[in-house]
């Protein structure tokens, strides 16, 4: 294995990343799937579109959701392509300038489950492991940023005194001083879930520019 902990902790590190990724991957395709039914279900309800926060045209809710389809694709792309990108294994760089020992490093990236051993042993264990899960944030960024948007299109419905959308009773909380009156907490707690992960996407792109690499 290169005798060195610095490609062993890139492994396992990436190992990692990568079955976080696959997790991403699963959570984002049943979105995809469920706005495809959405739009399929409603191609002919009419709601208003709205720009500066004011109602401005008419429009289908299918075609209103296909847009935001559309921003989750390219999340899913970037996504996609980002696992390329990671799923290269580091066992075997030992640390800076690789070794001497004979290693089958080919035969530990197909036995750990990678496409390929990484090329560059500096940047195996001192440069990919600051890069790559900072892209990682970028497209979780991306991800919360169409979450957070939709969600405050639907507000913005959903709070009219006659709501154009109305959220299923299990995805509401009753209000505590006014049973009539339906709190939208999933939505209020995903997007603050979406906000969250924006802000923690900040400090790593933070820790990773101000640290040696290799030591993040």
């Known amino acids: 294995v ?4 610095q490609d062993m902790h890139t492994t396992y590190r990436t190992a990692m990343l990568r079955d976080d990724v696959l997790e991403i991957h699963d959570a984002l395709n049943g979105l995809l799937e469920t706005f495809t039914a959405l739009a399929e279900t409603h191609r002919g309800v009419v709601v208003p579109s709205y720009t500066n926060g004011v109602a401005a045209q008419p429009t289908t809710f299918a075609h209103h959701i296909l847009g935001f389809l559309a921003g989750f694709k390219r999340d899913h792309e970037r996504l996609c392509e980002f696992y ?3 799923n290269v294994c580091p066992m075997g760089a030992c640390v800076l300038n690789g070794t001497g020992w004979p290693l089958d490093r080919d035969g530990m990236a197909e036995r750990l489950g990678f496409e390929r051993p990484t090329r560059n042993a500096f940047d195996a264990t001192q440069i990919s492991m600051t890069d790559l899960p900072v892209e990682l ?7 919360g940023l169409h979450v957070g948007h939709f969600i405050a299109d639907i507000m913005t419905q959903y709070a009219q005194p006659r709501p154009w959308i109305l959220l299923a009773e299990k995805n509401t909380n009753v209000s505590s001083a006014m049973p009539q009156k339906r ?4 939505m209020n707690n995903t997007r603050s879930a ?6 923690l996407a900040q400090g790593n792109i933070f820790r990773a ?3 040696t690499p290799g030591m993040s």
């Open 183 to 186: 709190n939208p907490g999933l």
């Open 2 to 5: 290169g005798r060195s902990s």
């Open 84 to 86: 390329e990108r990671l």
């Open 209 to 211: 520019h101000n640290i």
């Open 137 to 143: 944030t970028q497209v979780q960024s991306s991800i």
């Open 194 to 199: 979406a906000s969250t992960a924006i802000g």
